[in-house]
């Protein structure tokens, strides 16, 4: 148990976790790019499915690492930090529609924007993310920092510019795409993930139960409203192919990653 204690607090294991984040955010979008531009609209997936999918995957796997971690005792867990605590786990349900948010514009633009104009901008999440957190939180940051913000910045401005002024180049054969709109749901999706990622700065398998518990509920309801709405809703799972499965299986567990990297990596 030692031995055990002292790996998880290694720079090793360290390096394996950001290695293995960064991979995991590579694959996401390069899957979840393919499955939004690879079939005709018709059989797309509903993000909303999508999403409810993935909850379930990382509340499974978060029940699984606190049973895990609490040498079995995750009925008591649960009744610790959750029924005993109600008023705390409602907290969760404000970064719950926050992640909801942020998880449906990213389909949104992962369909109007290329893989890599996609993960350039995105990048702009640590900008947003630093300056809410200095907003929210005080939180204070050295010069080398705001240095590397700011590059960050402009790397991304660049980005955007130049493309911009080739706009075409993101249109796809059936000129469906838009640019504006890509930018705009990443835009959005980047000030979402800044207010959940500080507003829910201690991550632990607790709380990521508590947080997909209420995601699913939030998309569920998200789901039926759509449904009523919508005289051609899909039934669920439509459109699930062999790689949106992958991409299910790289959002679970790229939550708990993102877990994991916070409690044991800094």
Request: charged residues 10%.
């Amino acid at each position: 148990m030692v031995l055990s204690s002292q790996f998880l607090n290694s720079p090793q294991f360290k390096l394996i976790l950001l290695t293995g984040m960064v991979l995991q955010n590579s694959c996401t979008v390069l899957v979840g790019r393919y499955t939004r531009s690879s079939v005709p609209t018709e059989e797309l997936y509903v993000v909303n499915h999508l999403i409810v999918i993935t909850e379930i995957g990382k509340l499974l796997l978060s029940c699984g690492f606190e049973y895990a971690t609490t040498n079995g005792q995750l009925a008591k867990s649960i009744q610790t930090n959750i029924i005993d605590r109600p008023y705390d786990a409602l907290k969760i349900m404000v970064p719950a529609l926050l992640y909801l948010v942020q998880n449906s514009l990213l389909y949104v633009a992962l369909s109007n924007l290329t893989a890599p104009i996609f993960q350039v901008t995105y990048q702009a999440k640590l900008v947003t993310t630093a300056i809410v957190s200095v907003m929210m939180l005080n939180r204070k940051y050295s010069p080398q920092q705001w240095i590397c913000l700011v590059i960050i910045s402009v790397g991304v401005a660049i980005v955007v510019l130049g493309e911009t002024g080739d706009s075409k180049k993101v249109s796809d054969a059936s000129g469906k795409q838009s640019l504006t709109v890509g930018l705009m749901a990443v835009t959005i999706a980047c000030l979402s993930s800044a207010l959940a990622g500080v507003y829910f700065e201690k991550v632990v398998w607790m709380r990521n139960i508590q947080l997909a518990f209420f995601t699913i509920c939030t998309a569920v309801f998200q789901g039926l409203w759509q449904k009523a709405k919508s005289d051609t809703a899909q039934p669920y799972l439509h459109g699930f192919t062999g790689y949106v499965w992958v991409l299910v299986g790289l959002q679970a567990g790229g939550g708990l990653l993102v877990a994991a990297v916070i409690k044991y990596a800094g």
